[in-house]
């Protein structure tokens, strides 16, 4: 049996990451703190990035 729990991002670790460990809404909090979007169309990710700010 499987226990998903919801980690805080100060919790995660790049070994959570290799291992697939990490929501998508996670992931999408860590890219957002770095200035990071996902590129989406049609309902899947198309690719990562770097948001620019004035």
């Given at each position: 049996m499987t226990v998903i729990y919801e980690?805080?991002?100060e919790e995660i670790t790049f070994l959570n990451l290799?291992?697939?460990?990490v929501t998508l809404m996670q992931?999408?909090?860590?890219?957002?703190?770095?200035?990071?979007?996902?590129?989406?169309?049609?309902?899947k990710i198309k690719g990562i990035k770097k948001e620019r700010r004035n």
């Open positions: 980690r805080k991002l290799q291992k697939g460990e992931l999408n909090e860590i890219y957002n703190k770095f200035g990071f979007v996902f590129v989406g169309s049609a309902g």
